[in-house]
């Protein structure tokens, strides 16, 4: 786990850049008496493990335990909750301390599916904006890291396999822009039925219509394709862009995904 500052930080995501999430902050915002951590302790609470402390015993195992309760919950919010160190508390420092616990949800994740000019430029474009980057490329000599920034993650292996292992949701934005029509094919088709908050896909409107042909061929009814697409498939992506330089379509895919991600 990344390290816990002890600054007053701007917001959440200066706060802890590099800890996991969901979870809970908690920090403690007030003591009357003695108290075995002074104001501005935080600790940072998963549903599985915590970084930092707020003094131990009981007292930090409940605090625990309440956050816990928050944590992934999306209708949870801030909240105060007082505690009293007394002797039925295990603690015998007397105090009385106050925790503010802040629940965090997971962080937004971009997933650029292909590693070639557009998508490498695209990775670029969003690193450093409030979304998780991962660049998703199974061929070796583009699966590098080179000339990307730090903090977009990637990942030399098959994309459709990727997708299949993870649970996706309104969280997630997916980019397919591979060096395969039928890779591509087979990626759209998989992530349309998840609950994405953005799907695009690389390409023009012909290549929408014969894509939508293909899946009516392989068995779904032309109505239900129909409205699938509609409703979850941007393609092309770049809304009016007109240009061919990697650098300007990928400006115009990421203004599209932070837009979708309520990140912009």
Same mark, same amino acid.
């Given at each position: 786990m990344a390290q816990l500052k002890a600054q007053t930080p701007k917001?959440?995501?200066d706060f802890a850049p590099g800890l996991p999430r969901p979870a809970v902050l908690c920090t403690l915002v007030s003591v009357v008496g003695s108290a075995p951590q002074e104001p501005g302790a935080r600790m940072w609470v998963t549903a599985e493990r915590f970084e930092g402390t707020l003094g131990g015993g009981r007292f930090e195992a409940e605090v625990l335990a309440h956050a816990r309760t928050l944590v992934g919950r999306r209708d949870a919010t801030a909240q105060l909750k007082a505690y009293v160190l007394c002797k039925e508390m295990g603690?015998?420092?007397g105090g009385r301390v106050q925790v503010f616990f802040e629940p965090v949800l997971r962080r937004k994740v971009a997933h650029v599916f292909g590693g070639g000019h557009?998508? !490498?430029a695209l990775a670029s474009v969003l690193a450093g904006s409030p979304v998780e980057v991962v660049l998703i490329e199974p061929r070796e000599e583009w699966s590098g890291s080179d000339g990307l920034?730090?903090?977009v993650s990637v990942r030399r292996e098959d994309p459709a396999a990727y997708v299949a292992a993870r649970v996706w949701d309104a969280d997630d934005a997916a980019c397919i822009l591979t060096h395969s029509h039928d890779l591509d094919f087979r990626l759209v088709s998989e992530l349309m039925r998840r609950p994405l908050g953005y799907l695009g896909?690389?390409?023009s409107a012909h290549k929408a219509r014969v894509f939508q042909a293909r899946l009516v061929s392989a068995g779904t009814a032309l109505d239900d394709v129909e409205r699938r697409w509609e409703e979850r498939v !941007?393609?092309?992506?770049?809304?009016g862009l007109r240009s061919k330089n990697p650098k300007a379509i990928a400006i115009a895919i990421a203004s599209e995904v932070l837009t979708a991600c309520g990140a912009a």
């Open positions: 917001t959440i995501v603690q015998c420092c557009v998508g !490498r920034p730090e903090g896909l690389i390409g !941007r393609c092309p992506m770049g809304a």
